[in-house]
């Protein structure tokens, strides 16, 4: 049984960092592209970052470039999002889910989803 397991989210003032982790089990983990997506009541779940299996490749969206990193460590079975100079409009219930294709900015391309981290940035 696949498992992905968030942790690391939690209420920070604007400007705050937090650092997500997301822990897989029940699949090869290295054989996999990560990434992160974020949602809030009544929108659409919002790509983040995405990581290949190796970490050759990295995507951000546009909105977290410069402020977010994402990174993974294959012996640990772990993918990492940390998140720097956060904003109000970053509060959301972030997700990481795992791709045995791309590490694409679509949620329909990810198999395996975890049960979300909720990230509140107060002003």
């Known amino acids: 049984q696949v498992q992905l397991v968030e942790s690391g989210g939690g209420l920070v003032q604007a400007g705050g960092s937090l650092r997500l982790s997301c822990v897989a089990s029940g699949l090869t983990f290295s054989r996999y592209a990560m990434g992160w997506f974020r949602q809030t009541p009544g929108k659409e779940r919002e790509f983040v970052a995405a990581?290949?299996?190796?970490?050759?490749?990295?995507d951000y969206a546009d909105s977290m470039k410069g402020r977010f990193t994402i990174s993974r460590d294959n012996a640990k079975n772990t993918v990492y999002l940390q998140m720097n100079s956060l904003k109000p409009e970053d509060t959301a219930v972030y997700f990481c889910a795992a791709s045995f294709g791309y590490a694409t900015q679509r949620p329909l391309d990810y198999t395996y989803w975890g049960q979300g981290t909720q990230v509140t940035v107060s002003s």
């Open positions: 990581i290949t299996w190796s970490a050759t490749r990295i």
